[in-house]
């Protein structure tokens, strides 16, 4: 009888203990196809934000987008996204969700949430509160957080209508860089709600701020470039307006020089005729003042001489017509022009003697070089002074070197070379008496570029002479080969020669 009670006993025992068992299975069964069903939500919602995050939208598009998401995807409730102005330090531009409630309910109530704006040294302002301090924050009632924005009447319809029991704010801030805030309103009381849902929410508010913050670099990214933009066309209509206003100053220095040349040239000429064909006794006094008068023409044709040819050079306007010839010999042609200038101030010009060869250049342009650079070397170089013109090859291209005993160039003063209207200070004196325009280094370094040379100039400084070089291609059978490729001629128009070089 005993054995009897007790295999019942047993019995009982196992059945009690298997509809336990059973209902534990069942209850975590079903505890985790709601983690799990939770679980899918979040990751569909995920991929509905990535969506999102391909588009190209503004930034209000996109909160509007992403609070839609929450309701619709998570359909954890209504939710509400505000960002942060730095210099105006408030919230703003806040979106929420449009749920058929809400939409209703912001209708009922004249509700726009996208005008509110919450300063963030609201010190009572749950939102203001959650971003400065870094951390999430749970609310009751609407009051807390809207306040003045919307009444407390207004805030209890709304929550009402919501069935909003508890509210969530989680502060967006991505690597200490606050973006704004996420709110949620949940239909749950505080007890009832599970660590999986407060998790899922949080990545949700994590993955918002991500999603913001490089929204915001892809606005301003897109704004850099549409500066760009409109950077660039500006520079390009400012780059056509200059060449405009170069063309128009081309034509105004060509103009102006001709009409300056033609009554210059006329006062020359009568001015030299009284000074030295005169049919009248003229005194000294008298003389002393024509003298002046004709040295003082002579330069201004000079200048008008020299800007013409920077004109014609600057705009395209001379052609280069390249040929083989000997250098050596074109420099003793120019030394026999300017020997006579040498005489006067007793300057002995040496040559080398050596024999080299041949360049690819334009000879009439190398002549212009050559007395601009010699004509430089006469007159900043005293009386007795040497002049040696050599000669250097290196089998590619031969360097021509006017070497002087002149007045020299100080440091400071190099950079300036090669500069329109590059005369220097330390050298005016002797600039002034001998009437430079400023114009002729310029114009030769233009010059030997065209022709596809060098040009550079050594001294070792003030009253230790200088010396200028130049270097052009040699007329080997390659070079001579691609000889239209040495060829300048004009854009469009006839070519224009270059005005002479006056020593």
Same mark, same amino acid.
Request: a neutral charge.
């Given at each position: 009888?005993?054995?009897?009670?007790?295999?019942?006993?047993?019995?009982?025992?196992?059945?009690?203990?298997?509809?336990?068992?059973?209902?534990?299975?069942?209850?975590?069964?079903?505890?985790?196809?709601?983690?799990?069903?939770?679980?899918?939500?979040?990751?569909?919602?995920?991929?509905?934000?990535?969506?999102?995050?391909?588009?190209?939208?503004?930034?209000?598009?996109?909160?509007?987008?992403?609070?839609?998401?929450?309701?619709?995807?998570?359909?954890?409730?209504?939710?509400?996204?505000?960002?942060?102005?730095?210099?105006?330090?408030?919230?703003?531009?806040?979106?929420?969700?449009?749920?058929?409630?809400?939409?209703?309910?912001?209708?009922?109530?004249? =509700?726009?949430?996208?005008?509110?704006?919450?300063?963030?040294?609201?010190?009572?302002?749950?939102?203001?509160?959650?971003?400065?301090?870094?951390?999430?924050?749970?609310?009751?009632?609407?009051?807390?957080?809207?306040?003045?924005?919307?009444?407390?009447?207004?805030?209890?319809?709304?929550?009402?209508?919501?069935?909003?029991?508890?509210?969530?704010?989680?502060?967006?801030?991505?690597?200490?860089?606050?973006?704004?805030?996420?709110?949620?309103?949940?239909?749950?009381?505080?007890?009832?709600?599970?660590?999986?849902?407060?998790?899922?929410?949080?990545?949700?508010?994590?993955?918002?701020?991500?999603?913001?913050?490089?929204?915001?670099?892809?606005?301003?990214?897109?704004?850099?470039?549409?500066?760009?933009?409109?950077?660039?066309?500006?520079? /390009?209509?400012?780059?056509?307006?200059?060449?405009?206003?170069?063309?128009?100053?081309?034509?105004?220095?060509?103009?102006?020089?001709?009409?300056?040349?033609?009554?210059?040239?006329? =006062?020359?000429?009568?001015?030299?005729?009284?000074?030295?064909?005169?049919?009248?006794?003229?005194?000294?006094?008298?003389?002393?003042?024509?003298?002046?008068?004709?040295?003082?023409?002579?330069?201004?044709?000079?200048?008008?001489?020299?800007?013409?040819?920077?004109?014609?050079?600057?705009?395209?306007?001379?052609?280069?017509?390249?040929?083989?010839?000997?250098?050596?010999?074109?420099?003793?042609?120019?030394?026999?022009?300017?020997?006579?200038?040498?005489?006067?101030?007793? =300057?002995? =010009?040496?040559?080398?003697?050596?024999?080299?060869?041949?360049?690819?250049?334009?000879?009439?342009?190398?002549?212009?070089?050559?007395?601009?650079?010699?004509?430089?070397?006469?007159?900043?170089?005293?009386?007795?002074?040497?002049?040696?013109?050599?000669?250097?090859?290196?089998?590619?291209?031969?360097?021509?070197?006017?070497?002087?005993?002149?007045?020299?160039?100080?440091?400071?003063?190099?950079?300036?070379?090669?500069?329109?209207?590059?005369?220097?200070?330390?050298? /005016?004196?002797?600039?002034?008496?001998?009437?430079?325009?400023?114009?002729?280094? /310029?114009?030769?370094?233009?010059?030997?570029?065209?022709?596809?040379?060098?040009?550079?100039?050594?001294?070792?400084?003030?009253?230790?002479?200088?010396?200028?070089?130049?270097?052009?291609?040699?007329?080997?059978?390659?070079?001579?080969?691609?000889?239209?490729? /040495?060829?300048?001629?004009?854009?469009?128009?006839?070519?224009?020669?270059?005005?002479?070089?006056?020593?």
């Amino acid at each position: 009888m005993q054995i009897t009670y007790l295999l019942g006993f047993l019995l009982i025992f196992v059945i009690i203990l298997v509809i336990l068992l059973g209902f534990y299975v069942y209850r975590e069964r079903k505890r985790y196809q709601q983690s799990l069903g939770r679980s899918e939500r979040l990751l569909k919602s995920i991929r509905s934000v990535y969506k999102i995050i391909l588009e190209d939208l503004s930034v209000d598009k996109l909160l509007q987008k992403i609070v839609d998401n929450l309701f619709s995807e998570l359909k954890m409730g209504n939710g509400f996204i505000g960002v942060i102005d730095e210099e105006e330090k408030i919230l703003h531009k806040f979106s929420v969700s449009n749920s058929p409630e809400m939409l209703l309910l912001k209708q009922k109530l004249n =509700i726009r949430f996208e005008s509110l704006e919450i300063p963030l040294d609201q010190g009572n302002n749950p939102m203001a509160n959650s971003l400065n301090e870094g951390r999430s924050l749970r609310v009751d009632n609407f009051s807390q957080i809207f306040s003045p924005f919307i009444n407390s009447n207004q805030a209890r319809v709304l929550q009402e209508g919501l069935g909003i029991k508890t509210i969530l704010i989680y502060p967006l801030i991505i690597k200490l860089k606050k973006i704004g805030v996420f709110m949620i309103g949940l239909n749950k009381n505080p007890e009832q709600l599970i660590p999986q849902e407060l998790d899922i929410l949080a990545d949700f508010a994590e993955l918002t701020a991500l999603v913001i913050d490089n929204s915001n670099l892809l606005g301003e990214l897109r704004n850099s470039r549409q500066s760009y933009a409109q950077m660039t066309q500006t520079i /390009y209509s400012m780059n056509a307006k200059l060449h405009q206003l170069d063309k128009l100053k081309d034509d105004f220095v060509s103009v102006a020089s001709h009409e300056l040349r033609t009554p210059m040239t006329s =006062i020359r000429s009568y001015a030299w005729m009284a000074l030295y064909r005169s049919d009248v006794t003229l005194s000294e006094k008298l003389k002393r003042y024509l003298t002046r008068t004709l040295t003082s023409t002579e330069r201004l044709i000079n200048l008008v001489n020299d800007m013409l040819n920077v004109s014609r050079i600057e705009s395209g306007r001379i052609e280069i017509i390249p040929r083989a010839f000997d250098i050596k010999q074109l420099v003793d042609d120019v030394v026999a022009e300017v020997a006579p200038k040498a005489s006067e101030k007793k =300057i002995n =010009i040496k040559i080398d003697p050596n024999e080299v060869s041949q360049i690819i250049a334009d000879p009439d342009k190398i002549h212009q070089v050559l007395l601009n650079l010699i004509g430089n070397s006469l007159k900043f170089t005293p009386e007795s002074g040497i002049i040696e013109i050599s000669f250097f090859s290196d089998g590619k291209s031969v360097e021509t070197k006017v070497k002087d005993s002149g007045v020299g160039i100080a440091k400071e003063d190099m950079q300036r070379l090669f500069q329109k209207f590059g005369r220097l200070d330390n050298t /005016y004196v002797a600039a002034a008496t001998t009437g430079g325009t400023g114009l002729g280094l /310029y114009i030769s370094k233009s010059l030997i570029e065209l022709m596809k040379g060098k040009i550079w100039a050594n001294s070792e400084g003030l009253g230790k002479g200088a010396e200028f070089i130049f270097s052009l291609p040699v007329a080997t059978k390659e070079a001579l080969a691609e000889l239209a490729n /040495y060829q300048i001629k004009p854009a469009k128009g006839e070519a224009k020669g270059l005005e002479p070089v006056a020593i």
